[in-house]
C-alpha cells in the first residue's frame, strides 16, 4: 500500500517538479556566471571554489539522507499495514478490549517512522545552514575582489556583479537543494522497482484443450509433491490419488497437515514437482487463465471487489440477466437484491462490507453456478456463517453440483457426511 500511494506520488509529482528545478536552475546559473566573469574574471575563482565547496557539502549530505530516506520509507509501511488490520479486525478488537494493546503497537511503529522523518528534516536543515554560510563567504570574497583587484571597474558594472552574484548563490543553492532531493526521490524509484522485478507467475504455456474441458472433472495426483519457495520445507510429498468424476471428497486434517495446499496446487499457485491430470490432461501444460477460470472456488473468507453486483457476478459480461438473477433465486438473495434501488448494478463497497458474511458467502456460492464449471472446492466455507446459510450451502451443493466433482475442506464434521470418499492428509501425505 505504502508504494501504491506514498512513493507512486513521489515519482508522479515530486520527482518531475525536481528534475525540472534542477536543470533550470542549473541553465541559469551556468549563464549568470558567465555574466559576472564577463565583468570581472577575477570573480570566476571564488565562483568556482564556491562551486567544489557546495559540491563536497552535497556529497556529504547525500551519503546520510538517502539512507535515512530510505529507512523513512520502509518505517512507513507498517503504519499503513496496522492501520489496514486493525480497520479490518475492528469488532474482535472491541470484543476482547484489545484496543490499548492496538493503540501500543501504533505508537511504536509511528514512533519509528516520526524518528526517521524528523532526523531527515533535521539532516536537510543542517545541509541548508552549511549552503547559507558558503553563499555568504562567497558575497564577501566577490566584494573583497572590486576592491583589492579591480580598481578600474565602474561603479554600475560593480553593482551588476553583486547583484549577479547574490543572484547566483541563490540559484546555485537551491539548484543543489533540488539536485540533492532529486536522489532521495529516487529511492521511491528503487522502492518501486522492486516490485517491478518481481518474477511474475511463469506461464509459458500455448497448448489449448479442448472447448468442454474438463467435461467430467476427473482429478489425478502422481507423485505430486509441491514447496512454496524454492528453500522451502515440501509441504505435499509423493501425493497420489484418484478422485472420479462427479465424486465428492471430503479432505481433513489438523492445521498444517496440507488440506489448502492441495487446493493451491490445483490451482497452480506454487511450482510443484509431479503430475496433476484432470480428465487426463497435465494441467502443467494448461494456461494458467484457462487452468482457473475452469475451476470454481466457495473461500473461508468470501471476496467480493468494488464495483457493481453484476460484475462480481459476471466479472466479463458473458451471461445473461436471466441467468445472473436465476442464479440469486438459487440462494436465496433474489428478493434481497431485488430490494436495491440499482438491483443488480447496485454498488459494492471495498470487500463487500455492504453485505454480511453470509450474504457474501453466498454471491460466491451463486457465482459458482452461474459459472457451472466440473469442479467446485469448497475451503471451510461455511466456517464464518450463521447455520440457516450454512444448511442452504449444503442443500444447494447437493442440488446444483450433484453432476460435478466436488472437494471440500472441512472443519466441521456435517459438511462431509455426504461425501464419497474422505481424505485424511497428515504432515503433506494422504494417510487415509
Known sequence: LNRFSKDMNQVDEVLPATMIDTIQNGLTALFTSLVVATVNPWMMIPTVVILFIFYYLR???IATSRDVKRIEGTTRSPIYSHLSTSLHGLTTIRAFGAQNILKKEYDQHQNKNSSAFITF????????????????????????????????TLGGFVGLSITQSLSLTGMLQWGIRQWSELENAMTCVERIKEYIDVVPENDTNTKDPPKDWPNE??????DFSLKYSADGPTVLKNLNLSIKNKEKVGIVGRTGAGKSSIINALFRLAEN????????????????????ANISIIPQEPVLFSG??????????????ALLWNALEEVELK??????????????????????VGQRQLVCLARAIIRRNKILVMDEATANVDPHTDALIQVTIRKKFNDCTVLTIAHRLHTIMDSDKVLVMDAGKAVE
Request: hydrophobic fraction near 40%; charge should be negative.
Open 121 to 152: 528534516i533535521a539532516i536537510g536543515r543542517c545541509f541548508g545552514m552549511w549552503l547559507d554560510a558558503q553563499c555568504c563567504l562567497y558575497i564577501f570574497f566577490v566584494t573583497m575582489s572590486f576592491l583589492f583587484f579591480d580598481f578600474d
Open 217 to 222: 472433472g476427473k482429478i489425478t495426483f502422481k
Open 59 to 61: 556529497m556529504i549530505y
Open 308 to 321: 457493481s453486483l453484476r460484475k462480481n457476478l459476471d466479472p466479463f459480461d458473458e451471461f445473461s440477466d
Open 273 to 292: 514437482n509431479g503430475i496433476i491430470e484432470i480428465d487426463g490432461i497435465n494441467t502443467k501444460i494448461v494456461k494458467l487463465e484457462r487452468l482457473r
Open 335 to 356: 428478493e434481497t437484491v431485488s430490494d436495491l434501488p440499482l438491483g443488480l448494478e447496485s454498488k459494492m463497497t471495498e470487500g463487500g462490507k455492504n453485505f454480511s
